[in-house]
């Protein structure tokens, strides 16, 4: 079957113009996940109290899914992530008031609403290629800035021109940079993953970066780049960069990944 829609975002499967963010009350339409079609396949939408995301998505029988029971194509699915790619998915129960099972998926007409944070998703009606449903109740996503410096093997300052740290989001598309040397700033940053990435200094080898306020962090993209997640949470990221002349040993291994949060 196909992954839920949480999953192919983590995985960059999904393009940036096939997520819609609700931010505030509206109508959206969602296509379903299995086929190429115009228009968003995810609508996202904020959790202020834990700082995560409903994924809502819709399903249709055809291709690896042709399987698929009317259970699960007739309705939207709505999912609970926080974005970081160790953390699971949680498929919540959008009809808790009643007892069948398995009963995830909201009918026409029916809502699912979180009393905590005053958001409500109803369901208006749907067809085999896609859903609409209408949202009350949803807030702008908190923005979250980059920031750090580049140092060098002693943790002095490197200050040199024509250095730029550049960052672009899988998740959104986003490309940005900054000339600002040895601390640079990118402010106004929608939360989740980011590259970036260093212009290399000659005469120096990037020895490693290091970041807090990481919800992850994978090391060594190709180049002198890398690949951090930042969410609400955070608020931001610190990274430094840190340098040795080139030449030096750099450790044989080093960490692939590890969690921060």
Known sequence: NHFNAP???ALHWLLP?????????????????????TGPQVLKIFKP?????????????TGFDSRLSQ?????????????????????????PQTTDTPDQILSDGISFKDQLNGIEIKQVSHDTNSATVEVTGATAIPRVEIRGNHVDGNGQSL?????TVSINSPTSGYSGSSAQSPNFLLTNLLPGTYRVGATPIP????????CSGCSYHFYYLPGNSFEYG????????DISFKYVPEGTPLPTTLPK???ID
């Open 7 to 9: 999953h192919k975002e």
């Open 17 to 37: 113009n096939k997520i819609q963010i609700a931010s505030g009350s509206g109508t959206f339409r969602i296509f379903n996940q299995e086929e190429i079609l």
């Open 49 to 61: 109290d834990s700082l995560e995301y409903y994924f809502v998505s819709f399903r249709k029988a």
């Open 71 to 95: 259970e699960v194509t007739n309705g939207v699915s709505i999912h609970i992530w926080n974005e970081n790619p160790a953390r699971q998915t949680l498929l919540i129960d959008a009809t």
């Open 159 to 163: 200050k040199l021109p024509n250095h």
């Open 203 to 210: 005469g120096y080898d990037l020895y490693y970066s290091l």
């Open 230 to 237: 930042i969410s609400p949470a955070d608020g931001f990221l």
């Open 257 to 259: 990944f590890y969690l």
